[in-house]
């Protein structure tokens, strides 16, 4: 079905490295980890959200704060590997940035929680 509706096209689909496939995923793994060790440092308020943004929403509604989160991380990560056939080193960039972003925000959580000793 796929290759019919890219043959419709005339065109076929730019190659992205298996990497990129893996960050992607990787990246949006991250977010839900620290989507998850965030509503529980909030509810066992041991940690705050640094966001006031999100924090606000947090209050009002953790699960639309969610999925907000979510949908935007997906959607950022949905244009970078969209652009990548067209700019590989930018995409490269923001992919390592925001993958060592989320590395050290999960460590940091996880810091927070086990200094509170529920962890």
Known sequence: ??????????RAAPAR???????V????????????????GLELRVIAEANPI???MMAI???LAGVLKMGVAAGALW????VYPRNPRLVTAGVAVVGIAMAIVLIMHADWLRAAGVM
């Open 17 to 23: 490295p298996a990497w990129l496939r893996m960050a």
């Open 25 to 40: 995923v990787w990246i949006l793994a991250a977010n839900g980890a620290d989507l998850g060790l965030t509503v529980w």
């Open 79 to 82: 244009f970078l590997y969209r």
């Open 61 to 63: 509604s953790p699960v």
């Open 1 to 10: 079905m796929g290759v019919a509706l890219l043959s419709l096209w005339g």
């Open 54 to 56: 999100f924090a606000r």
